[in-house]
């Protein structure tokens, strides 16, 4: 089946600095990927919608200066949290659609926790 | 819009005995709907997926789901619970139109006692 991988998958950085988070699809190419955002014991929120050659769209009340997201090729999206606070310490899993998505599927990366001291 | 209700935060039951986990679901246009388990500080991994066609679908690891229209349900059952089956379950669900986001459910913990 179709494989995202989600690099890296721990990362702990100091307040105030900037983490980058990459999400590829290794076995096809994907034009939209998804951004999701997991507090511990919840659900998945929907962050933003990565279109590759274009810009992100942010859900409500997610702060795009913030969550800083790029789709510069057809295989690879990346997050990257600006000045990153303690209350950003969260699990993030990217997901992408092979080709036009029409079975609605999603696939998804492995997750990547950021912990922020 | 779309939406997915998950009753029940926390489901448990002993080894051997039936899983069902329910799933409610509002959909303004035909869903396609989904169960992913995920398991501690992992990503989901798809258990299975009703895309309009059978009601009944069949997944991995044993598990199945049956699309009810009038009901708008979507529960995911097993016969018999394994302790490997002890995972977060979400439902989720989307439209048919192809490059849309799933809508999540809150999850259901099962637990399974030995």
């Known amino acids: 089946g179709a494989v995202v991988s989600q690099h890296p998958s721990r990362v702990i950085c100091k307040s105030g600095t900037s983490v980058k988070i990459e999400c590829r699809s290794l076995d096809f190419q994907a034009t939209t990927m998804f951004w999701y955002r997991q507090f511990p014991k919840q659900s998945l929120m929907l962050m933003a919608t990565s279109n590759e050659g274009s810009k992100a769209t942010y859900e409500q009340g997610v702060e795009k200066d913030k969550f800083l997201i790029n789709h510069a090729s057809l295989t690879l999206s990346t997050l990257t949290v600006t000045s990153a606070h303690p209350e950003d310490s969260s699990f993030y899993i990217c997901?992408?659609?092979?080709?036009?998505?029409?079975?609605?599927?999603?696939?998804f990366g492995e997750g990547s926790r950021l912990t922020v001291l | 819009a779309q939406s997915v209700t998950q009753l029940g935060s926390h489901v448990s039951v002993s080894e051997g005995a039936l899983v069902l986990l329910r799933c409610n679901y509002s959909?303004?246009?035909?869903?396609?709907l989904f169960w992913y388990v995920q398991y501690p500080n992992q990503g989901l991994q798809l258990l299975l997926k009703?895309?309009?066609?059978?009601?009944l679908v069949k997944g991995i690891n044993g598990f199945e789901a049956e699309f009810k229209k009038s009901e708008t349900s979507f529960h995911l059952t097993k016969p018999s619970a394994h302790m490997s089956d002890a995972a977060e379950y979400f439902c989720?669900?989307?439209?048919?139109?192809?490059?849309?986001?799933?809508?999540f459910g809150k999850g259901t913990r099962l637990s399974v006692i030995a």
């Open positions: 989720a669900v989307t439209g048919p139109s192809g490059n849309t986001p799933l809508v």
């Open positions: 009703y895309t309009s066609a059978a009601t």
């Open positions: 997901s992408a659609v092979p080709g036009q998505g029409a079975t609605g599927e999603l696939f």
């Open positions: 959909s303004s246009v035909p869903p396609y």
